[in-house]
């Protein structure tokens, strides 16, 4: 894929090799290069070190083993720190991944799912939908997503079918009372109260009184993901099973939870 987006992978490589005497670095490198190719592969990408930025006592450590000449490493350092605490936003402008859905993430999350349907709405690009199906390919997953944040300049190019539909249309095309169903919303945006009134349909469509049904919702409570007012009214159960394997790489605490 050859864009400027790649600039940002191939000074990790730079990086690599400045600092190919610290373990601590290049692991840290390594595994962000190692996830960086199998999502360009479309492929579920494997686990992160985390966290992958470097904690102030390593980069002490680190930085009192520089040679006296080498004063430039220093600076080498701290902006290598900074482009690992910037990974997902380098994921989200080169692939459109705003969660990320590592393959323990993606397994456990399909092993807790026990409707032969599911349906996330809000789905983006479907990596999440892409990793349920990659554990459990007996299920039925539908995926849809309205595309608004093509408008910050990310361009959709799913890796699982995706349709272009809204959330709550989806819901009122699909949703049957005698086929249970599992509905998922994950990283639903900040900006919006769409998460809300999807809540509230659940809610008054009788979905929660229709054995089995479950709605999961995967993002930070009162952080990055989702409006306040939903977080207010959502009663939560948190999935700790699926938010164990849910890999906090940098300040976003996404967790799974169980919403009514």
Known sequence: MDNPSNFYIE???????????????????????AADTQISQRQIPGELSTPLSIDEKNLLKIANGFADDEPEK?????????????????????????????QSYAKNLADYIQTQNVIEI????????????????????????????????VNPNPV????????????EQNLKI??????????????????????????????FSTQGNQFIVIGEKNGATNSRQFWKKANLSEIREVSNHIQHFDLIDDRAYSVK
């Open 11 to 33: 000074k990790l490589k730079v990086y690599r090799d400045i600092f190919k005497e610290f373990s601590e670095i290049k692991t840290r490198i390594n595994s962000a290069i």
């Open 160 to 171: 699982f079918p995706v349709e272009n539909k809204e959330a709550i249309r989806t819901l």
């Open 178 to 207: 005698e086929i249970p169903a599992t509905v998922i919303m994950s990283w639903a945006p900040d900006t919006t109260t769409a998460d809300l009134l999807v809540l509230e349909y659940l809610r008054h469509s009788g979905f």
């Open 74 to 102: 220093l600076g080498y350092l701290f902006e290598l720190d900074t482009m690992l605490s910037s990974f997902r936003d380098y994921l989200i402008s080169q692939y459109g991944m705003f969660g990320y859905v590592s």
């Open 122 to 153: 809000m789905a983006g690009n479907g990596y999440l939908s892409a990793g349920i199906y990659a554990y459990a390919k007996d299920i039925n997953i539908l995926a849809t997503d309205n595309f608004n944040w093509e408008n910050q300049g």
